[in-house]
């Protein structure tokens, strides 16, 4: 598309876009419920309180139907040190998880199945 046909398709739509304005204005709808936030921003400054007071004042129960609050937080079970002895070092690791680097070595060289025979917890 050339610029000049692209200047004139913006062009046409801002034309269109402030026309829409333009009616919205005009709106008496529109008109009566920016008196009413201009009106209710001025009452809540006044007395010092912000919309989310007001919000609580009315529906104290809201904060807890939130949808980030309504779903029970799982508590996550703790894991079980598990401890594995080298029978062939004699050396012990204490481990929650498999993420334990000798413990994954041991797996690697020994095998998982061997290293699980270890375990003595």
């Avoid at 598309?1 to 709106?27: I, V, Y």
């Avoid at 029970?72 to 894991?79: C, H, I, L, Q, W």
Wanted: zero cysteines.
């Amino acid at each position: 598309m050339s610029r000049l046909a692209e200047f004139r398709k913006l062009e046409q739509q801002l034309a269109k876009q402030l026309a829409e304005l333009e009616s919205m204005k005009n709106d008496s709808g529109l008109k009566k419920e920016m008196e009413f936030e201009s009106k209710l921003r001025a009452l809540l400054g006044e007395y010092g309180f912000s919309l989310r007071n007001v919000i609580n004042l009315l529906d104290p129960e809201r904060n807890r139907r939130s949808p980030a609050t309504t779903a029970p937080k799982s508590v996550r079970k703790a894991r079980n040190v598990k401890v594995y002895k080298n029978p062939n070092t004699g050396e012990l690791i204490e481990s929650k998880g498999g993420n334990h680097r000798k413990l994954k070595e041991w797996k690697i060289e020994f095998g998982t199945a061997v290293v699980e025979s270890w375990r003595t917890q």
